[in-house]
């Protein structure tokens, strides 16, 4: 491994593992599975959550006033029904939480004619209140607007529902369901597109989302094949994929950096925010890792591909380069060392 590279792992890649250290014990505190509902403006049709005590986001869009959303959670005894209703800003419309239990018939005054409720079922109805002030969330990074919230502990297991009502035309709205943090691999691994997801859902143009990862990604290609010509030497594919990967990983910290800026624009300074930073100092210290591995010429030793595949899974685990940069470095950690031909290097 060249003297180069080893001098960055001593004064980076350790400050990194700590940094990684805890976010290891942050991380299944904050984040939240996110689900998308359509269809469900009928009890009938209502989405069935099916495990209610898993934390989860879903996100809806009601089209008309006095519109409703079902969802249908299969509640056990001594499990939490635990929802939290937010809205998409101050000003935006907000929405009401009806519940509908099977542990006994009372109802709440002035349940909207629309609403069906079962026989044998209670009713209450949760009043969204329009938020006075935002709360800063540091994983997506996102301002919350948070509206009403309900927990109740469950005595009598069965089928609960809960419907949300639109006061207004065309009106977005997130609920927050559960209390226990679990993950598929899978779910893990997508959060990135979700978290972009949830910024495009915000009214975000996909271009002003976008253009901070964008900016680095074509500059630092700008730069390198300048410094390339300048020097005369010449990557291999390896090498350009490695550089490629770590502009995704600057990039994608970019998008992170920028959105904490304006999430924190709204809800004002919070501590909140060094998780975050830890969230784009992280990818930073991997991407520019893998640049300079990817610089490395004419071979890569088995430790630096080592490290490369290292900076791939790191990737993966901590939402770095928006999928693409891991998948890139694990492709130049895979690939042989292999020099243009002499007449490409001669074009």
Not at 50 to 68: D, F, M, N, R, W
Request: charged content about 15%; aromatic content about 8%.
């Amino acid at each position: 491994m060249s003297q180069k590279v080893r001098s960055f792992l001593s004064h980076r890649v350790l400050l990194s593992v700590v940094l990684l250290l805890i976010l290891c014990l942050a991380l299944p505190v904050y984040a939240h599975v996110p689900v998308s509902a359509d269809g469900n403006t009928e009890i009938s049709t209502a989405l069935t959550i099916e495990k209610p005590t898993k934390s989860c986001v879903i996100y809806g869009h009601l089209h008309e006033a006095g519109e409703a959303a079902w969802y249908q959670l299969r509640m056990n005894p001594d499990e939490r029904l635990v929802l939290s209703l937010m809205t998409t800003g101050f000003n935006a419309p907000v929405t009401d939480m009806i519940i509908l239990s099977p542990e006994n018939a009372g109802r709440d005054e002035g349940l909207p004619h629309m609403v069906t409720i079962p026989e044998g079922y209670g009713a209450v109805i949760i009043r969204g209140v329009q938020p006075q002030k935002a709360e800063y969330e540091p994983f997506s990074p996102v301002a919350l607007y948070n509206a009403a919230t309900f927990s109740k502990d469950i005595r009598a297991p069965g089928t609960y529902y809960v419907a949300v009502v639109s006061p207004a035309d065309e009106t977005r709205y997130s609920m927050a369901i559960g209390y226990v943090e679990e993950f598929t691999p899978s779910e893990w691994i997508l959060v990135p597109i979700n978290v972009i997801s949830t910024h495009l859902r915000e009214g975000q143009s996909v271009l002003s989302v976008f253009s901070p990862f964008l900016a680095v990604v074509v500059l630092g290609f700008i730069v390198i094949a300048r410094r390339e010509q300048r020097s005369g030497s010449h990557l291999t594919l390896s090498g350009w994929l490695a550089r490629a990967a770590g502009l995704c990983y600057l990039g994608g910290a970019a998008i992170t950096f920028t959105q904490m800026v304006r999430a924190l624009g709204v809800t004002g300074p919070s501590p909140a925010g060094a998780l975050t930073l830890i969230l784009v100092i992280i990818p930073v210290a991997l991407g520019t890792l893998a640049m300079q591995i990817g610089a490395i010429t004419p071979r890569k030793t088995l430790k630096e591909r080592i490290f490369l595949v290292l900076i791939g899974v790191l990737g993966l685990t901590f939402w770095a380069g928006l999928i693409i940069g891991p998948v890139l470095v694990i492709g130049a950690a895979a690939l042989p060392d292999r020099s243009p031909s002499p007449r490409q290097s001669g074009e």
